[in-house]
């Protein structure tokens, strides 16, 4: 893996944006998790890692991230038309109304911060419209705040992960240091996973997520819920 190098702004711009105190509702979704742990197929720390692993290699995961890159890059060569392409292209390849809801809804609260605290920012979402990806809001932000793109894809790979173990530790339920070890140990596939996201070309963006995208229909008729999907 090639050595990434940020400045002390630029580390500071990709911690804010990979926070879990960033304002955009990531706590509030599970992805499917939920409806897997009501069914008992997650009910301990192996589990959950086990799972996550999965939706890391073959899930839709590293093709958002894929996409993220590309937004990124667009917004770099100020290809706006490309952009929301890849931004229509995202909310095509979303499976159920759940997860797409999921995408939207952090998307528009992510732009809508962004533009809050970068005013500059808006002729850019303005290309992309009303209903923005949170993938692409986040390549608008790391492309604008000139995070190094393979540092911004790690981040943004670890806010996934962060997010769902902290849906786990509340719902199988597992205890605060379970969820960090879990992390950590995440941490080898994630790197890998950025060098080989960086390198996929447009034709070979796929997941493989029936299991994921059963959960999710099913999530919408559980009797009690934590999280919205």
Known sequence: MDTIT????????????ASPALPVGGYSYSEGLETLVEDGAITHPEHLKHWLEMELRYGTIPMEAAVMIRGYQSVQAEDFQRLSIWNCWLSAARETEE??????GMGRSLIRLLIELQPQIKPIADAVGNSCNYAIAFGIAAAHWQINIQAALLGYLYSWANNLITAGVKLVPLGQTSGQKILLELQPLLNHLTVQILNLEDDE??????GLSLASMRH???YTRLFRS
């Open 99 to 104: 997860l797409r809801a999921s995408s939207l």
């Open 205 to 210: 963006l796929s997941c493989c997520t029936w």
């Open 220 to 222: 919408e008729t559980l």
């Open 6 to 17: 940020l400045t002390d702004a630029n580390l500071l711009c990709l911690l804010q944006l």
